[in-house]
C-alpha cells in the first residue's frame, strides 16, 4: 500500500489516492512494474555476462528509478506520484521483511552452518555492534569538527543510522556465488552472517530509535549502556527461543493432526508459520525478525520431517516465491522513491560520502580483527594435513604439513595446470579463514532491503529522517552497483576456489564425523517427540534411493524400523531434501 493522504480534498471530497480507482491505478501499475522486473530478471540470468556486471537487485531498482521519473514528470504535483512512489513503513515490515528473513533461515544446512557457527556468530552478533558503534563514532567525530554540512545530527540519531546501515544484503553476491559454486566454506560465511546480520541489526535499531525518542545525548547514551546491553540481551534471547519454539511446535502440531491426505488444508496451515511467530513476537514485546529467522530454522528441521512429499515440495516453492517477490518489491520501490518529493532537499552530500566511508572502514574494523582473533583461536597441530584435489577430470591428490593459521588452508600440488582447485577439508583445516576469503567477506557487505526499510521506518521524532532515508538508499545503490557488478571480478582476483564439487565436500569432511553432544540430545529427546517416524513418505527417484541403499522404485515407503536408523544417520538427515533443489548453494535465489 501507498503512503496515501487520508484527508479529504478541503470540499468533503474524497482525495483520488485514497478513491478506488486511484487505488487500483496504484496496484496496476506497481504489479505490472513488478512483473517486467521479473522478466527482465529471468532475461538477466539468461545472459551470464551481463548478470556478472549488473546484478538483478541493480536492475529492478533502474526499473523502478526509471518508472519513478516519468510519474515524477507526468505528475509534478498533487497526491498522485505520492501515492506511486512510496510504500508505508509498517507494509514493509508487517508484508515484506518476514518472508525474506524466514527464507534465510528455512535454507541455512545445519551441518555447515553449525560447523561455522564460531565465525558466523561472531561476525553477525559482535560485528553488527562494531559496525553500528563505529560508524556513529565516525560520523559524530566529523559531524562536530563541521564536516557534514548543514546536517547536525544528534549521536542518539547517528546511533539508529548506524544500526540499521550494518544490516547486510548478500544476495546478489550470493547469486554470483551460487553460479559460480565457490567454496562452501566461504558461502556459508557470508549466507550465515547475513541472516543473523540482519536480525542482530533490527534489533539494535529498534533500541536506539527508542533513544531518538527520548532525546538521548552522547553523555546519556553512555549512562544508559547497561540498560542497553540488558534489553538487546533480553529481546534477542527472548526471540530466539520463541522462534525456536514456535518450530518445534509446528512439528508436534502436524505430528498429531495428521493432514496428509488433504494437502491443501496441509500446505495452507504450513504457509502460515511464514507470519504468525512474527506477529506474536510483536504482541509479547519482542524482535519478530528474530523469532521468524528461528522459526525458519527450526520448522525445516523438525516440522517439514511430518509433511507429506508433495506439500513440502510445494510448501518450499511458495517460501520460495514469496520471498523473492517481497525482496524484488522492496528493491522496485526503493527505485520509484528515488523522486519522490519527500526525498528533494534532503541531499546533504558531504554527509552522504562521510556515510559511505564510515561504512566501509566500519566493516573492515569489524571484519578483519574478528577474523584474525578466531583463527588464532584455532589450535592446528604441524602433523596435521590438508588435502587438496584437481580441479581437472583426472584428479589427484597431494598432501603438505600446515601448522598455526596459514594463509590458505591448502594448496595444489606444483603440476597442477587446471583451472580451479577443490578443497577436501582435513578435521578443523576447513575452519581457517584464509586473507582471500577474509577480503570477498569484507568486499560482500552490501546494503539493501532490510537497511531500507529499517530507514524507512526511523523514529518520527527525529527531524532528520528524510535525510538518513536518502543517505541509506544512495549507499544502498553505490554498494549494489559497485560492489555487486563487481564481484565475479574479486572471486577471480583474490583466487578464491569456483567450481567446487559439494558433493565431495560433504561426504568427505562430514560422513563419518562423530556426532557432538547437542546431535545426541537432539536425537534421544526431541527428534522422536517431535518427528512423526511412522508416517514419513519419501517419493525418490531412483538414483536418490540408490544413494540410500533402498530398492530399485520410483516411490518407496520407508517402514518404522529402516526410518529409526535413518534418524541415526546425520547425513541422511541433512540430504533428505526435497526434489528439485540443486545444492548446498540454492538458498532460494535461483540462477
Not at 546501515?165 to 550465515?192: C, E, M, N, W
Not at 539493501?448 to 521506518?457: D, F, S
Request: proline letters at 4%; charged letters at 20%; one cysteine or more.
Amino acid at each position: 500500500m501507498a503512503d496515501y493522504d487520508e484527508n479529504d480534498d478541503g470540499n468533503g471530497n474524497e482525495s483520488w489516492s485514497t478513491s478506488e480507482i486511484g487505488i487500483s491505478f496504484y496496484f496496476f501499475v506497481f504489479l505490472s512494474l513488478l512483473a517486467l522486473s521479473l522478466v527482465l530478471g529471468n532475461l538477466l540470468n539468461s545472459r551470464p555476462k551481463l548478470g556478472s556486471v549488473l546484478p538483478e537487485a541493480g536492475m529492478t531498482i533502474l526499473v523502478g528509478a526509471v518508472a519513478g521519473l516519468f510519474v515524477h514528470v507526468a505528475f509534478r504535483s498533487g497526491s498522485v506520484p505520492d501515492g506511486l512512489l512510496s510504500f508505508s513503513s509498517e507494509v514493509l515490515f508487517v508484508a515484506l521483511l518476514p518472508p525474506i528473513i524466514f527464507i534465510s533461515g528455512y535454507h541455512i544446512k545445519p551441518v555447515l552452518f553449525f560447523r561455522h557457527i564460531k565465525p558466523i556468530v561472531l561476525l553477525s552478533c559482535l560485528g553488527t555492534v562494531i559496525q553500528s558503534i563505529a560508524v556513529a563514532l565516525i560520523l559524530y567525530v566529523v559531524s562536530i569538527h563541521g564536516l557534514t554540512g548543514n546536517l547536525k545530527p544528534s549521536f542518539s540519531e547517528l546511533l539508529t543510522f548506524g544500526a540499521l546501515i550494518s544490516a547486510t544484503d548478500t544476495v546478489s553476491i550470493l547469486a554470483i556465488f551460487q553460479k559460480k559454486r565457490v567454496d562452501p566454506h566461504l558461502f556459508y560465511l557470508v549466507f550465515g552472517e547475513s541472516a543473523l546480520n540482519d536480525a542482530v541489526a533490527l534489533v539494535l535499531f529498534r533500541t536506539f530509535s527508542n533513544f531518538v525518542e527520548n532525546n538521548h545525548n552522547i553523555f546519556n547514551v553512555a549512562v544508559d549502556l547497561i540498560a542497553l546491553v540488558l534489553d538487546f540481551t533480553y529481546t534477542f534471547a527472548g526471540s530466539f527461543v520463541l522462534g525456536i519454539l514456535c518450530g518445534v511446535g509446528v512439528g508436534v502440531l502436524l505430528k498429531k493432526v495428521n493432514m496428509k491426505k488433504t494437502a491443501l488444508y496441509e500446505l495452507c496451515l504450513y504457509v502460515l508459520v511464514m507470519y504468525l511467530p512474527y506477529f506474536l513476537a510483536t504482541i509479547l514485546h519482542l524482535s519478530g525478525i528474530v523469532t521468524i529467522l528461528f522459526t525458519g530454522i527450526s520448522a525445516k528441521r523438525y516440522a517439514a520431517q511430518n509433511l507429506s512429499r508433495s506439500t513440502e515440495i510445494k510448501a518450499d516453492s511458495l517460501f520460495r516465491a514469496t520471498a523473492h517477490l517481497a525482496e524484488t518489491a522492496i528493491f522496485l520501490e526503493l527505485g520509484l522513491s528515488l523522486f519522490n518529493h519527500a526525498t528533494f532537499g534532503n541531499f546533504y552530500w558531504e554527509f552522504i560520502l562521510w556515510a559511505l566511508l564510515a561504512c566501509l572502514g566500519a566493516r573492515a574494523l569489524a571484519v578483519y580483527p574478528i577474523v584474525f582473533g578466531y583463527n588464532k583461536s584455532l589450535k592446528l597441530s604441524k602433523e596435521d594435513t590438508v588435502i587438496t584435489r584437481k580441479g581437472s577430470r583426472d584428479s589427484h591428490f597431494s598432501e603438505r604439513p600446515i601448522s598455526g593459521c596459514e594463509k590458505s588452508i591448502a594448496s595444489p600440488s606444483s603440476d597442477d595446470t587446471s583451472e580451479h582447485t577443490l578443497f577436501t577439508p582435513n578435521r578443523s583445516k576447513d575452519k581457517v579463514i584464509n586473507w582471500g576469503k577474509t577480503h570477498m567477506m569484507w568486499f560482500s557487505g552490501l546494503r539493501g532491503a532490510v537497511a531500507y526499510a529499517c530507514a524507512h521506518n526511523f523514529p518520527e521524532s527525529s527531524e532528520n529522517g528524510s535525510a538518513f532515508m536518502v543517505t541509506t538508499s544512495i549507499i544502498i545503490l553505490v554498494t549494489v552497483f559497485l560492489f555487486g557488478g563487481t564481484a565475479d571480478f574479486m572471486l577471480e582476483l583474490l583466487g578464491i576456489p569456483t567450481n567446487v564439487d559439494e558433493e565431495e565436500y560433504m561426504q568427505e569432511k562430514y560422513d563419518d564425523r562423530e556426532p557432538g553432544k547437542l546431535e545426541r540430545f537432539e536425537k534421544a529427546f526431541i527428534l522422536p517427540y517431535v518427528t512423526d517416524i511412522s508416517n514419513i513418505e519419501c517419493d525418490l527417484p531412483v538414483d536418490e534411493v540408490d544413494h540410500f541403499a533402498l530398492p530399485r522404485d520410483d516411490s518407496v515407503r520407508l517402514d518404522l524400523s529402516a526410518m529409526n536408523n535413518r534418524l541415526s544417520d546425520r547425513h541422511f538427515i541433512e540430504t533428505h531434501e526435497p526434489t528439485g533443489w540443486k545444492s548446498i548453494y540454492d538458498y532460494g535465489y535461483q540462477a
